[in-house]
């Protein structure tokens, strides 16, 4: 099945994505153009190809579908995003992945700024390098950065796992590298593979939250 965004534009394609038509439907959409808001809500399990660039929220709150873009995606990528897969082959702009439950996202380029902010369960998997400000205040979830990470990094995170492979510009408050044990290992292996992306785990160090933001501390109370 195809879609053609240049004449049967995005709210008929939307529309689809969120009826009981589409479940296993395989579909094609054509010169996406940038467009904002594509592929929003999609609810059924299908696999959407999107050939082009898209704009703003593509794929936010996925549930079950898999989608690629075969292009760039601009803010809010699989913003609030619930399961399903969704993978970009080039870059992303700003917050992608933010406040993310659940499912896979995978950006095989680089992810700008805030990558992950407050992400709730998502695991995200970046090709590239990430820009600043990622997983700000990341609950629980994982990110992997296959490059570099940008300037605080992990700041007041909670739960959740980041491993990097490059260098780390900076990290956030209450963010520190901790022990890569056999678990890890593991679990990063398993990551790499769902990903499609051909890297040692070894090659990783893992960050996470030092718990010292946890609790209110009475004698420090001036200073809040």
Request: proline fraction near 2%.
């Amino acid at each position: 099945m195809k879609f053609d965004l240049a004449g049967q534009g995005i709210r008929e394609f939307n529309r689809f994505l969120h009826g009981p038509e589409s479940e296993g439907a395989v579909v094609e959409v054509d010169n996406p153009s940038g467009c904002h808001n594509l592929a929003v809500g999609a609810l059924q399990n299908c696999q959407v190809t999107v050939n082009g660039h898209v704009g703003y929220y593509c794929a936010a709150m996925n549930q079950q579908a898999e989608i690629t873009v075969r292009g760039n995606a601009g803010p809010g990528l699989a913003e609030n995003m619930m399961s399903g897969i969704v993978r970009v082959q080039g870059n992303a702009s700003q917050y992608c992945g933010a406040t993310a439950h659940g499912g896979l996202l995978v950006v095989e380029g680089n992810a700008s700024s805030r990558c992950g902010i407050s992400l709730k369960g998502t695991d995200i998997i970046v090709g590239g390098s990430i820009g600043h400000m990622s997983a700000f205040m990341a609950q629980t979830g994982r990110l992997v950065v296959c490059g570099d990470a940008a300037e605080s990094m992990g700041d007041s995170i909670y739960e959740a796992r980041i491993y990097v492979r490059g260098k780390v510009a900076s990290l956030g408050t209450d963010c520190i590298e901790k022990p890569l044990e056999e678990e890890h290992l593991k679990e990063l292996e398993e990551l790499l593979d769902r990903a499609q992306l051909n890297h040692s785990a070894r090659e990783f160090k893992r960050y996470g939250s030092a718990r010292r933001l946890y609790n209110f501390d009475v004698d420090n109370a001036s200073l809040y």
